[in-house]
Each structure stands twice: as C-alpha cells, then as structure tokens.
C-alpha cells in the first residue's frame, strides 16, 4: 500500500520563518522605495531597502530546509544493499526524526 502524502505536514517551522523572511523583507524593501523616512535631514530608505533584501535572503535558507524536509520517496544506503554507518549518518537520521516525528501531548493521569 503506497503511503499516504501528507501535504505540508513535514518541516512546518522551515516553511512558517521562510513566509514569514518573505513578507517582512518585501514590505521593508517596499517601504523603503516607497515611503519618505527622513529623519533629521538623513534619509533611512536604503536602510530598509538592504535590510528587506537581506530579509529574503535569509528566506533562501528556510525555503531549502523546507523543501528538504520533504522529499519523500528516496531510498536509504540499507535498501540499496550497503551498510549505514558512521557517526554524521547517525546524527542525520536522528536530527531528521526530531525534526519530523510530531509532538504530542501525553494527558495527565
């Protein structure tokens, strides 16, 4: 039975800070093209224009975490026939399972 592709449900923080660099450097970027900032004769529009040009530079980062996260459908060296072993393999796989493995909540008995 084939599984089930959950959507969006994998490396949701990645996806959130990504949207959130996005939005936040356009309407600096925007802001600073657009709106007259002058304080005490100097001018902050390029300020905000390189601080929002940053803003989704840093989202880069976050889009390729989220897109990462979720490939699905690639097959492990074990499946292939070779040995999983070294220390980044482990720390790999147990990096991506805390990542990915949902939180829950146990109720207080």
């Known amino acids: 039975m084939a599984p089930k592709y959950e959507g969006l449900s994998h490396c949701k923080l990645a996806l959130v800070f990504a949207v959130l660099m996005d939005l936040l450097g356009v309407i600096s970027m925007l802001l600073g093209v ?3 900032l002058e304080i005490q004769g100097r ?53 991506s399972r805390r990542i990915r493995l949902p939180r829950t909540r146990s109720s207080p008995t």
């Open 43 to 95: 001018d902050f529009g390029d300020l905000l224009v390189y601080t929002g040009a940053l803003l989704v530079l840093f989202s880069v980062g976050g889009w390729v975490l989220w897109y990462s996260g979720n490939i699905e459908g690639l097959t492990s060296k074990k499946e292939l026939g070779g040995t999983v072993g070294g220390a980044v393999d482990r720390l790999a796989r147990s990096l």
């Open 34 to 36: 657009f709106a007259q």
